[in-house]
């Protein structure tokens, strides 16, 4: 059996889906660990943002696992893929990881946050106001 060029794009993009499901795991710097560990009085926001960017990284890696995984099943089926399509998937790839890592994970981590932050300070205020009803 030969191997298609489908199935390395399919490796290629399970590789980045990898990479971005495991590295910030791997390479969190000890001052990141211990902001997130603390506690703190209404919430701890580094926990929040961490896992905000938690959700956003696991999107973003399955997608592209489930991609790799589509592109090998695909070649190992047969069908037929133009070459273009093939030649272009890997440049396309490479230009999603680096916006995802120098734009897209910030910014879609922060509005997480910034939500996750939005309802706990909504729950603070309903807790208070049922707190003062009952007194």
């Known amino acids: 059996m030969m191997i298609s060029n489908l199935q390395v794009v399919g490796l290629i993009y399970?590789?980045?889906?990898?990479?971005?499901l495991g590295g910030p795991a791997v390479f969190r710097m000890v001052n990141e660990i211990t902001a997130?560990?603390?506690?703190?009085?209404?919430?701890?926001?580094?926990?929040?943002?961490a896992l905000?960017?938690?959700?956003?990284?696991?999107t973003a890696g399955s997608v592209l696992l489930l991609l790799g995984f589509?592109?090998?099943?695909t070649a190992l089926q047969g069908y037929a893929i133009p070459e273009l399509a093939i030649d272009l998937s890997v440049p396309a790839l490479i230009v999603l990881f680096v916006l995802y890592?120098?734009?897209l994970r910030s910014l879609f981590s922060r509005s997480l946050a910034n939500r996750v932050e939005l309802r706990r300070a909504q729950q603070q205020a309903e807790r208070s106001a049922k707190t003062d009803k009952e007194v």
């Open 52 to 58: 905000a960017v938690a959700r956003i990284d696991t």
């Open 36 to 49: 997130q560990s603390g506690t703190y009085w209404n919430g701890n926001p580094a926990l929040a943002q």
């Open 101 to 103: 890592w120098c734009f």
């Open 14 to 20: 399970d590789a980045a889906g990898i990479s971005i």
């Open 70 to 73: 589509l592109f090998q099943i």
